[in-house]
């Protein structure tokens, strides 16, 4: 029982264009919500956060949406770079950030 | 380079062994989490250690067992070892406990084939 997904397993995007990074979850428990890239053999890196009190949080390029009613959050990426092309994993907790539930990932391809 | 260190890069061993997986955290960080990611899922929480104590429980089998010791490094130890324990296995590492704004630094993963 996946409680965190990510239904597109791959997405292309032309480079200069918005990228947008979809996640659903199933478990209304949850309150913490973070975005990880991951580059072939390194380990993830921390992209961006939110909590579950909040809608919207802005990192430079990278926004992330919450819409709790739905249990769906989105990464969007603007404008988007080739050095963006990695797997992103959208990850969800309890209690505000132990024992977090990651999803499968979604491929990104940023071409020139 | 996040600053957390694993030891193996690789390993190969056949069922029914045993290994044991090494990371070293952060200079400062107190929590360390290990995750096993088998091929095309997500990362699935095993266990968390705060400070040499066990701090949270994921879906860790009772076939694996983990421990941090006083230095803070901690290892993973697999027994029993299956066909279906072939993953990359990462270390995570964290300042605090838990909270808000307790980023986990990942490193590079040990990858484990079990022939």
């Known amino acids: 029982d996946q409680q965190v997904k990510q239904n597109s397993p791959s997405l292309s995007v032309q480079e200069g264009r918005i990228s947008i990074l979809n996640c659903d979850y199933t478990?209304?428990?949850?309150?913490?919500f973070l975005w990880y890239k991951k580059y072939p053999a390194e380990g993830p890196t921390f992209l961006i956060s939110?909590?579950?009190?909040?809608d919207k949080n802005e990192d430079g390029r990278f926004t992330v949406f919450l819409n709790k009613s739905a249990k769906h959050l989105s990464l969007h990426i603007v404008p988007s770079q080739p050095g963006d092309s990695a797997v992103y994993f959208c990850?969800?907790?309890?209690?505000?950030?132990?024992?977090?539930?990651f999803g499968p990932g979604t491929r990104l391809s940023v071409l020139p | 380079d996040s600053g957390v260190t694993q030891t193996p890069k690789h390993l190969i061993t056949a069922t029914g062994q045993r290994v044991t997986l090494r990371c070293s955290p952060r200079?400062?960080?107190?929590?360390v989490y290990w995750y096993q990611q088998s091929l095309d899922q997500g990362l699935q929480f095993l266990i968390q250690?705060?400070?040499?104590?066990?701090?949270a429980k994921g879906n860790i089998l009772e076939r694996f067992s983990a421990q941090q010791f006083p230095d803070l490094h901690s290892e993973l130890n697999l027994s029993s070892l299956e066909l279906g324990d072939s993953a990359l296995y990462f270390c995570?590492?964290?300042?605090?406990?838990?909270?808000?704004?307790?980023?986990?630094?990942f490193g590079p993963g040990t990858r484990l084939t079990v022939l």
């Open positions: 995570a590492s964290s300042v605090g406990a838990g909270g808000v704004d307790n980023e986990q630094f």
């Open positions: 478990n209304s428990m949850f309150d913490y």
């Open positions: 939110i909590s579950s009190i909040k």
């Open positions: 990850a969800a907790s309890r209690n505000y950030g132990q024992n977090f539930v």
């Open positions: 200079s400062g960080d107190l929590s």
């Open positions: 250690y705060y400070n040499g104590e066990e701090r």
